[in-house]
């Protein structure tokens, strides 16, 4: 098993250019979840979603779009891409409400 | 929603002395508490985790205990060694981190000396 895929590992982009940032497992977990954090800080929930379908927001959920079409599939979409939202995003899922989280590498984003 | 408070923010410990790191919660339905450890560049790797309905868990060097009434809950490294040099982050969910995901801390610099 891979686990939690992210791709890209990086990227660069310009202010106001959008991406989507994409997230894949193969573990056939239900719960998925999209973190950032910013330098010396820790992790906070932008927005995570129980199956296929379904999503909600999280505690950082503005500027940031995502879709869930398929239990393996949770990218993250930003539109306009702003200064502050230069940071590293981590995708993790969980199969079941009371076990614990597995995090993907990571993507560091930098938006100039 | 949740808040959870973690210190200290940075501890330095000698090879072989014991390193305590500690975090309150505010949110007294919450009854999941993992740790991480992550070290520069890489992802969060769950280290041990808690539930309300115990009050410590042990494996190996690595301990955590749980006072709910004080919503406070503490890991505890013994014999510390030099890999155990990380950011270390807790974490606070209602329902095992299930549907409203993970608040975390603001992370502990653990740094051991030689």
């Known amino acids: 098993n891979a686990g939690v895929t992210q791709t890209p590992k990086f990227r660069i982009l310009k202010i106001g250019q959008s991406m989507t940032l994409q997230c894949t497992q193969d573990m056939n977990h239900n719960y998925m979840y999209w973190y950032r954090q910013d330098p010396g800080m820790g992790l906070k929930l932008i927005y995570y979603s129980v199956g296929a379908g379904i999503t909600d927001k999280g505690e950082v959920p503005n500027g940031y779009n995502v879709s869930r079409s398929t239990t393996e599939d949770f990218p993250l979409r930003l539109e306009l891409a702003a200064p502050s939202q230069t940071s590293v995003y981590f995708c993790?899922?969980?199969?079941?409400?009371?076990?614990?989280?597995?995090f993907g590498d990571g993507t560091r984003l930098s938006i100039l | 929603g949740e808040n959870v408070e973690q210190h200290p923010s940075t501890l330095s410990v000698q090879e072989g002395d014991s390193a305590v790191i500690k975090c309150t919660y505010s949110?007294?339905?919450?009854?999941?508490f993992p740790w991480y450890k992550q070290e520069l560049g890489k992802r969060p790797q769950l280290i041990i985790d808690?539930?309300?309905?115990?009050g410590e868990k042990k494996d190996q060097r690595i301990a955590v205990t749980l006072n709910k009434t004080a919503k406070h809950f503490s890991l505890h490294i013994t014999e510390t060694q030099p890999e155990d040099s990380a950011v270390y982050f807790c974490?606070?969910?209602?329902?095992?981190?299930?549907?409203?995901?993970?608040?975390f801390g603001k992370g502990t610099h653990l740094i051991i000396q030689p």
């Open positions: 974490a606070a969910s209602y329902s095992g981190g299930g549907a409203d995901g993970l608040t």
């Open positions: 993790a899922s969980t199969r079941i409400e009371d076990q614990p989280q597995h």
């Open positions: 949110d007294s339905a919450s009854n999941y």
């Open positions: 808690i539930r309300s309905n115990v």
